[in-house]
């Protein structure tokens, strides 16, 4: 029995096992290194000593030399231009055209032509260059990116803002309107103040009725004093003359008379 069975569990001469166990090796322990904290890798790089650099000879290097840049006649034309225009208008509006097409453009134009708005494109290098020597260089930082000016010989403000509604891809950043630097508000601001002629409407109305004011109480007096002088004459008139007689006493009289 025992060999029945060690026949059948001992493998068989020449009979390969279909799996086999292979030992490896035990593997070296190798320690990896630990990173800085982030902390002290700033400290380290804040503390670090950094040699000054040698100073050369006197005589050495010659000073850089700056080259001036002449303007050309294009930019000279363009700042003239663009000073005209600062000198004739009263209103001038920044705005920022974020990717409005042409034809948009050209309907916004016709738009505003409708007003008396003329739409102005200048370069911001011409603008950088003729702002800070004028005394609008407060507006040097509204000319960023692909801006327009919309100008306009008066103050139209309401109908711009109009206009604008209709177009939400140009954005008004400022203005200077007679000579006074507006944000986006105080154009709000403005816009809501009523016209020149309904002002000066308001203000010849207030003007006449404190004249007539006035004028009526300066003939108060007066016409008081008359109206009580008049009253005593009739009073003393009326003392001074006699009664009329009665019926009865002038039929009297005329019987005696008879």
């Known amino acids: 029995m025992a060999a029945t069975l060690c026949g059948r569990v001992l493998p068989k001469t020449g009979w390969l096992p279909l799996t086999e166990s292979v030992r490896h090796g035990s593997k ?4 990896h290194r630990k990173p800085m904290h982030f902390l002290k890798q ?12 040698p100073i050369p000879p006197p005589g050495a290097l010659s000073p850089p030399v700056r080259k001036t840049e002449l303007e050309s006649g294009l930019v000279i034309l363009l700042k003239r231009e ?3 225009v600062f000198r004739e208008c ?5 705005v920022q055209n974020n990717a409005s097409s042409a034809e948009d453009m050209l309907l916004l134009k016709h738009r505003l032509y409708r007003h008396g ?21 407060n507006m040097q930082p509204l000319f960023i990116g692909p801006t327009v000016m919309f100008v306009s010989k008066e103050p139209k403000v309401k109908e711009m803002l109009k206009v604008l509604r209709s177009s939400p891809q140009m954005v008004l950043l400022g203005a200077c309107i007679e000579n006074t630097l507006l944000s986006r508000e105080g154009i709000l601001n403005y816009s809501r103040l009523p016209s020149m002629a309904t002002v000066c409407g308001e203000l010849v109305g207030v003007l006449a009725l404190m ?48």
Do not use: C, W
Request: charged share 15%; proline share 6%; no cysteine.
């Open 28 to 31: 070296a322990v190798t320690r």
């Open 117 to 137: 708005i003329t739409v102005k494109y200048f370069s911001n290098q011409v603008m950088r260059s003729f702002l800070p020597d004028s005394r609008y260089s």
């Open 90 to 94: 009263k209103m001038i509006a920044v």
């Open 211 to 258: 004249t007539s004011q006035t004028v009526s109480q300066l003939r108060h007096h007066p016409a008081h004093l008359s109206a009580l002088l008049q009253q005593y004459v009739e009073q003393l008139q009326s003392a001074s003359t006699p009664e009329p007689a009665g019926r009865e006493t002038a039929f009297a009289m005329e019987e005696a008379a008879a």
């Open 82 to 84: 663009l000073a005209t």
């Open 42 to 53: 700033k400290l380290m790089a804040v503390t670090e000593y950094i040699p000054p650099k």
